[in-house]
């Protein structure tokens, strides 16, 4: 028999989706470009998404193809050299080592506040909202999800006067803004974006805050309570343990307690997506369950762990209507490569929680257990 044609075999995979190419349902595939079929085979999730940004194909809903697919584990028959070699990398090479930890910030976080300021709304937090308020009620509305999120670490981390509070990776500033005003507390902040450090300390003037362009392996001080929110994305495996002693060090040993956010993934991996690393978030990668409770044995009590990554979608298509709503603004600095590269990002995004690909953890860790136990609020 003859081997079946690059279209052919692409036709095939997105069949085991439920996918059809020039197909009239939401989420079928509208191939504008020959080579796409090749390019994808080649290279997998990179050629996907490169030819995505170059106009090779569209979906009339794109979260919904990309969901398709990553149910039905489309994109693990698709691997070409590049994974081979990235995985390689990863484990001869620390990608997260302290020379590279400003890269993330020059290269993402950098791109512009007005970006930014477009798609996460009232405030500039960039991580899972949360869609229910303290008494359980849900919530449909991004901004109020991000305060209810922020309100939600505040009272796991039981805040009040007086303590001083560290946030590893504090982003803009807003959730120690939010924790000094509503809990009275004061604190330092620590990031690798200079554009982010800018902003931040223009918005906690007056407050009892500190914003500092920081890695966290160097600070060495003592904190009532440490809260890190969507940071831990970026630390690496290889760094794990010194993470957990950096945080163990600063925190109070008989009353410290710490809150870790993180996207997490349902299997063990030392690198990230090929597409994801080259355009959005270089050296990156996400921790498994298995790869945190590794470097948290012997360091900490895990309190709580708490997933809520469904969450994810609902704030990520919100994120994505306000970047839809703002591209008028935004398209004399950023180009339409960029405008599909974004929309490729926040979808991709979208599918991989939605199929529950990833999960959105918070866990409350103490350095020797809280006395009599710790109930965690929700």
Wanted: glycine residues 10%.
């Amino acid at each position: 028999m003859p081997a079946l044609s690059s279209r052919s075999k692409v036709e095939e995979l997105l069949a085991s989706a439920d996918v059809r190419v020039g197909g009239e349902r939401p989420w079928d595939l509208q191939v504008h470009e020959p080579r796409f079929y090749a390019r994808v085979l080649a290279q997998g999730s990179l050629g996907l998404g490169e030819s995505y940004m170059d106009g090779w194909w569209d979906a009339p809903s794109l979260d919904g193809f990309l969901f398709q697919v990553l149910r039905a584990r489309v994109d693990e028959r698709v691997r070409g050299l590049g994974d081979l070699i990235a995985g390689l990398q990863a484990r001869l090479i620390n990608m997260q080592s302290s020379r590279r930890s400003f890269a993330i910030g020059r290269r993402h976080y950098d791109l512009g506040n007005d970006l930014y300021a477009a798609m996460l709304g009232h405030r500039l937090v960039y991580s899972c909202g949360y869609w229910r308020n303290a008494s359980g009620m849900p919530l449909d509305d991004l901004d109020a999800a991000q305060e209810a999120k922020l309100d939600l670490v505040c009272r796991k981390l039981d805040l009040g006067p007086g303590l001083r509070v560290l946030d590893v990776g504090c982003g803009w500033g807003e959730a120690l803004k939010y924790a000094a005003e509503r809990y009275g507390i004061s604190g330092v902040g620590i990031t690798v974006s200079r554009e982010q450090a800018e902003f931040a300390r223009q918005l906690c003037d007056g407050l009892p805050i500190e914003i500092r362009l920081q890695d966290y392996r160097e600070i060495d001080e003592r904190f009532d309570r440490v809260f890190s929110l969507g940071m831990f994305e970026h630390v690496g495996v290889r760094n794990y343990d010194i993470y957990f002693d950096t945080v163990r060090r600063c925190l109070d040993p008989q009353k410290g307690l710490f809150v870790l956010h993180t996207i997490g993934g349902n299997e063990s991996v030392r690198h990230t997506d090929r597409w994801i690393g080259k355009y959005i978030f270089p050296n990156s990668m996400l921790p498994s369950a298995e790869q945190i409770t590794q470097s948290v044995e012997g360091r900490f009590v895990i309190e709580d762990w708490h997933n809520f990554g469904t969450d994810y979608d609902r704030t990520l298509q919100a994120w994505r209507d306000n970047v839809e709503a703002a591209w008028p603004r935004l398209e004399a600095r950023y180009d339409e490569r960029f405008h599909r590269m974004w929309r490729f990002y926040l979808c991709s995004s979208m599918a991989s929680f939605r199929s529950r690909r990833s999960q959105l953890w918070q866990l409350v860790l103490s350095p020797q257990g809280v006395p009599g136990g710790y109930v965690a609020p929700r």
